[in-house]
């Protein structure tokens, strides 16, 4: 699907599908297209949530059984669909009961879900203006996918020879002040224990981009350096995305020279121009921590020199 919006303005586009009269949501940029349920086949010691397999395009594709994973009725309509997504460098089929519409609306929208809230799957609740007490349950598919297949085991962990070794450097890994804005806990274990790793020991996490921008303003122009090396930001987060955020602290004349890093599981074509227009040094795509240390190593003593 065509993404239209203008780089860091805080807006995202949901696709709005329904599974037993609930209202749920994915980003657009994931979703490479929308499809009745095809013919597909079974295949024998798969995960239960795989409900088969289909030729899409030269690919085989597997179709979750998405209201399986939500603990929801069986699909019970003529004519199901599924949504084909792209992200973390997979193509997954979702089966679902139907695609409803896309809706503009900004991340200031989108609240975390209450503790007590039924399904870990879901990393945001939406407010839509206008339909404020039919809230939409925004899905974690990318947790969905390692529960389902799990590729962190090696860096959960915290595998050693996986993380690159400092090369010749004028730093000090563990003098380096690094601040990461990442809503997702499983993320935060991964990434933390990676980093602690490779000897990224000084870490400051914030759960979205508002709260990290929060920090920034929080810091004394004087000194602020003394604070933070490097910025590592999520795309996707309530309140405020890691676009809207890059772009903030590019177009800061104080903070503009902070090396951000955005480290997401929708790094794709249409992305990496988005982070590009934002001012974002570079991209990486989740889980690729050896990656992301890489990156590190380069910008901040780029930006130190």
Same mark, same amino acid.
């Given at each position: ?54 030729? =899409?395009?030269?690919? !085989?594709?597997? &179709? %979750?059984? @998405? ?5 929801? +009725? #069986? ?19 979702? =089966?679902?009961?139907? !695609?409803?519409? &896309? %809706?503009? @609306? ?5 609240? +975390? #879900? ?192």
């Amino acid at each position: 699907m065509a993404i239209l919006l203008e780089s860091g303005t805080n807006e995202l586009e949901i696709v709005e599908f329904y599974i037993s009269d609930v209202r749920y949501g994915v980003n657009v940029t994931k979703v490479e297209e929308v499809r009745y349920l095809p013919k597909f086949r079974t295949m024998p010691q798969t995960s239960p949530s795989i409900l088969g397999f289909f030729n =899409l395009r030269g690919k !085989v594709i597997p &179709i %979750i059984d @998405l209201p399986k994973i939500l603990n929801a +009725p #069986p699909v019970d309509v003529k004519n199901p669909q599924i949504i084909v997504m792209h992200f973390n460098e997979r193509v997954v089929g979702f =089966l679902v009961e139907r !695609v409803v519409k &896309i %809706i503009r @609306l900004s991340w200031s929208n989108i609240i +975390p #879900p209450p503790c007590s809230f039924e399904h870990h799957q879901v990393i945001g609740v939406i407010i839509e203006p206008g339909r404020e007490e039919d809230l939409i349950q925004l899905i974690d598919f990318e947790k969905i996918m390692e529960e389902i297949a799990p590729v962190f085991k090696e860096i959960e962990m915290g595998d050693s020879s996986k993380i690159p070794p400092p090369e010749k450097m004028q730093f000090r890994r563990e003098d380096a002040k690094i601040w990461i804005a990442e809503d997702s806990k499983m993320i935060q274990t991964i990434v933390s224990t990676g980093l602690e790793t490779a000897g990224y020991t000084n870490q400051r996490w914030f759960s979205n981009g508002a709260e990290a921008w929060e920090a920034f303003c929080e810091l004394d122009d004087e000194t602020f350096k003394d604070h933070i090396n490097l910025l590592v930001t999520d795309i996707e987060m309530p309140q405020m995305d890691g676009l809207h955020l890059a772009k903030r602290i590019k177009d800061d004349e104080l903070y503009s020279d902070i090396p951000v890093i955005m480290f997401s599981s929708l790094i794709n074509e249409n992305t990496v121009h988005k982070c590009q227009a934002v001012g974002a040094d570079t991209q990486v795509a989740k889980p690729d921590v050896e990656q992301l240390v890489t990156f590190m190593d380069e910008l901040i003593q780029k930006y130190a020199a």
